[in-house]
């Protein structure tokens, strides 16, 4: 075995071990559903007064901190992705809907019950996509 054949036995066995870290690190089915339900329980708590509105803090924060210590049980680490990766637009509109959904449920139970609603479904369906590109960029790194 020649020297080119050494160094491109090396860059597989790189190229092997990045691939197993990017999918260890990818986030358990459902992950993002889980999560997306706990920030929309502390949404609609906004709108709502008294104890109801300290029950779905409280529950809506369990969920969300149940779902993170899920997500580390399942992959073995903690991790945080970067919001400079490929993709990491959904991660901001994540981030961004969230946000308006708590401003917006300051005006009341109904829009409180709406933007929970659409935060929840945002973390659903947008999640999962920006776990997988983020996983396909650790795997790309050179």
């Keep these: 075995m020649d020297e080119r054949d050494e160094a491109r036995e090396a860059l597989e066995q790189i190229a092997a071990t990045r691939r197993t870290t990017a999918h260890r690190v990818a986030s358990p089915k459902g992950y993002y559903a889980v999560a997306g339900v706990g ?10 007064d008294g104890w109801v509105r300290w029950a779905l803090y409280a529950a809506g924060l369990v969920t969300v901190l149940g779902a993170m210590q899920w997500y580390s049980k399942h ?3 903690v991790t945080w992705a970067t919001l400079r990766e ?11 809907v969230s946000i308006a959904g708590l401003a917006v449920a300051l005006f009341g139970a109904v829009p409180a019950a709406i933007a929970a609603v659409v935060t929840a479904l945002s973390w659903a369906v947008l999640g999962p ?12 790194q050179p």
């Design 75 to 77: 992959t073995g680490v």
């Design 39 to 48: 920030m929309g329980m502390v949404t609609l708590g906004l709108g709502l």
């Design 86 to 96: 490929p993709g990491a637009w959904r991660a901001w509109l994540m981030i961004a």
């Design 129 to 140: 996509a920006w776990d997988a590109d983020w996983v396909r960029s650790i795997e790309d």
